[in-house]
């Protein structure tokens, strides 16, 4: 309850205070989950889908419509969104630090428009990292498995002239293939390597100053994949190996002016380059500033205003391509929000809105109420209206993809193909959502939530014009489709988590979520696939159960259990995984862990991609040692 968070309000408040489905993964859940990689250490919060693809490529989702890339979930990493203006999602095989850096992760589940604008639908997820102040000294981690071939993370902090703290560190990794249906080599390894630094500077007694940046290249196999062709009739075996390298460089100024007043200027710049089907070089620089203002004893007031400028260029492909390839969009947010104390320490009202304008739809206003009643100390009552969008993107505006081509007898080939449509419309949602939590006797807490969300203009595929088209040769009829909005719905579930402190040396950790989805096509419609996609893509039911156990000798134990229900389309089995590891700490400052991954059940799918243009492989059994070190 008394656990600080600031994704909720864009200020620092303790959880008891906030009205929202909030799970923080602190840096001891993190060192207890024995993950390697952030996709996998959010499996631990109810609510979240989480669903390997293939040895690289993650699905990851909140409340419902998972796929390879969820366009309906913000991800931030210090308060810098690394949602894809192109796609709609999140490149999860590019996003990778160093996890013993991670301060905390924020995963609110539910909107986020009224604070973070556009696609902060159902979920916002906000990676803060530590201080520089806070990895003084060396780290080593090594390590390596039979999935997880080789890793090392190499690091040192310290301190300049007593004003400035610094760190700087190097990661690597090498995952190897994961076998395909057949048993074959799935040909989807991967590994990184990238390098980064942070310091943090005590400008004055109220002014400080952040300064990040990393660089990374990333370069990972693909399960061959079959393309339609157009040079050559028919379809084709194309391995697809895929090249990225990027980095960002991000500066945050913050002055404080008493512990209820603040402001920040935040300036980031973010390039990318991935040499894939599409191959998109993008750019994107991103402003902000944001002001915090203690009004009288009952208010705190946060306003601001936000800039984001990018460039993108992709080469594409006979296969994918973007009309046009170059493209220079811009985004403008306006925030405001007023948290005001009804009963001072009792009941909060938090009331607030983004005004922003989009480079395809204009202008969305996203506004949204919160109250939360604290009775007690140890307990929260909350409830919340909310009002989210989401914008298109070029995927959405300026496609064109051959899916499959066919010949016959006397005729040109055909070819069918998606095309972009350039109105695409905004995807809003209305969100209820009621809420509590408590804490007994400090050795059991609880926190349980439910929505119901009603969603409108959802993205359909509907029949497009059929053309002749001769570039590129031999001359070919295609037969469109193009993205429309005509599909709305309604969600509904329930998610629930705990702690309980059964003794002094074992924690239990359980955590459940259900979900219902039902969508309904316009009249207009012609879609075929789009209701059984958004509604058979998430389990309906999900659940967690993490444990904990201090050992004599310095030893540790811990032990993790993911449920995952049957998926209706696409169509796959339900599965229980089982981590586990366990970890001696043999001097203070090093320790060696032996873990094990996937341990109930060797092989198995746990989700394909609705496009088919990636393909599964399956998942398997694995284990890894790790050694850590601190000096």
């Given at each position: 309850m008394n656990i600080e968070v600031t994704s909720v309000s864009r200020t620092e408040q303790k959880l008891s205070r906030t009205a929202s489905a909030i799970f923080v993964i602190t840096q001891d859940d993190i060192a207890h989950s024995h993950a390697t990689n952030i996709p996998d250490l959010l499996r631990m919060v109810p609510g979240v889908d989480v669903a390997q693809i293939n040895g690289n490529i993650t699905a990851l989702s909140i409340r419902g419509f998972n796929l390879r890339f969820a366009d309906k979930l913000l991800v931030l990493v210090d308060g810098r969104s690394v949602y894809s203006p192109a796609f709609g999602g999140v490149f999860w095989d590019m996003l990778d630090l160093p996890l013993e850096d991670i301060?905390?992760?924020?995963?609110?589940?539910?909107?986020?428009?009224?604070?973070?604008?556009?696609?902060?639908?159902?979920?916002?997820?906000?990676?803060?990292?530590?201080?520089?102040?806070?990895?003084?000294?060396?780290?080593?981690?090594?390590?390596?498995?039979?999935?997880?071939?080789?890793?090392?993370?190499?690091?040192?902090?310290?301190?300049?002239?007593?004003?400035?703290?610094?760190?700087?560190?190097?990661?690597?990794?090498?995952?190897?293939?994961?076998?395909?249906?057949?048993?074959?080599?799935?040909?989807?390894?991967?590994?990184?390597?990238?390098?980064?630094?942070?310091?943090?500077?005590?400008?004055?007694?109220?002014?400080?100053?952040?300064?990040?940046?990393?660089?990374?290249?990333?370069?990972?196999?693909?399960?061959?994949?079959?393309?339609?062709?157009?040079?050559?009739?028919?379809?084709?075996?194309?391995?697809l190996p895929v090249n990225a390298t990027g980095g960002f460089l991000q500066g945050v100024w913050n002055r404080v002016y008493s512990p209820r007043s603040d402001t920040s200027l935040q300036v980031a710049y973010d390039q990318y380059e991935r040499n894939d089907q599409l191959g998109e070089n993008r750019r994107t620089l991103y402003l902000e500033f944001k002001d915090h203002l203690g009004w009288g004893t009952r208010q705190n007031i946060v306003w601001g205003l936000t800039y984001r400028d990018s460039d993108s260029t992709a080469h594409g492909s006979l296969y994918i391509s973007l009309t046009p390839a170059s493209l220079n969009t811009q985004l403008v947010d306006a925030l405001v929000q007023d948290e005001i104390a009804i009963v001072p320490d009792r009941v909060y009202l938090t009331a607030g809105t983004i005004l922003e304008h989009n480079y395809y739809t204009g202008f969305n206003l996203m506004p949204s109420a919160r109250v939360v009643w604290t009775p007690g100390p140890n307990q929260a009552l909350w409830a919340a209206i909310s009002d989210a969008v989401r914008v298109p993107n070029e995927i959405d505006t300026a496609l064109r993809t051959n899916v499959a081509s066919f010949s016959l007898p006397g005729s040109p080939l055909n070819v069918i193909s998606i095309v972009g449509n350039p109105r695409a419309e905004d995807q809003p949602l209305i969100a209820y959502e009621l809420g509590y939590r408590r804490t007994i006797r400090d050795r059991l807490s609880i926190d349980f939530s439910a929505y119901y969300n009603n969603y409108d203009h959802l993205e359909t595929i509907e029949p497009g014009p059929i053309f002749l088209e001769n570039t590129p040769p031999p001359p070919h009829v295609v037969f469109s489709s193009t993205f429309g909005n005509l599909m709305h719905g309604e969600t509904h579930g329930l998610e629930a988590a705990a702690n309980w402190k059964v003794t002094n040396r074992w924690t239990l950790s359980p955590g459940y979520a259900f979900e219902r989805i039902h969508m309904h096509l316009d009249p207009a419609s012609l879609d075929l696939g789009s209701v059984g996609l958004a509604q058979g893509s998430s389990p309906v039911h999900s659940a967690q159960l993490r444990s904990r156990l201090t050992m004599p000798h310095a030893l540790s134990w811990d032990a993790s259990t993911y449920f995952v229900n049957r998926l209706t389309d696409p169509r796959e089995a339900a599965y229980t995984r089982l981590d586990t590891g366990l970890t001696w700490q043999f001097t203070e400052h090093a320790s060696l862990s032996i873990v094990g991954q996937n341990l109930l059940k060797d092989l198995h799918q746990e989700f394909a991609d609705y496009t088919g243009t990636v393909r599964s492989t399956l998942i398997k059994r694995s284990a890894y040692i790790q050694f850590t070190g601190r000096f």
């Open positions: 301060a905390r992760i924020e995963v609110i589940r539910g909107p986020g428009g009224s604070i973070w604008g556009g696609n902060a639908v159902n979920g916002v997820i906000n990676i803060i990292t530590k201080k520089a102040s806070e990895t003084h000294g060396a780290l080593v981690v090594a390590g390596g498995g039979n999935a997880n071939q080789g890793f090392e993370t190499t690091q040192y902090g310290g301190e300049v002239a007593k004003s400035t703290d610094y760190r700087v560190y190097t990661k690597y990794f090498n995952n190897g293939h994961f076998p395909n249906a057949t048993g074959q080599d799935g040909g989807d390894g991967w590994h990184t390597l990238q390098g980064g630094f942070r310091t943090d500077t005590a400008l004055s007694p109220k002014d400080t100053l952040m300064f990040q940046g990393n660089m990374y290249s990333v370069r990972e196999g693909s399960p061959t994949e079959t393309f339609p062709s157009i040079t050559s009739p028919g379809l084709v075996n194309i391995e």
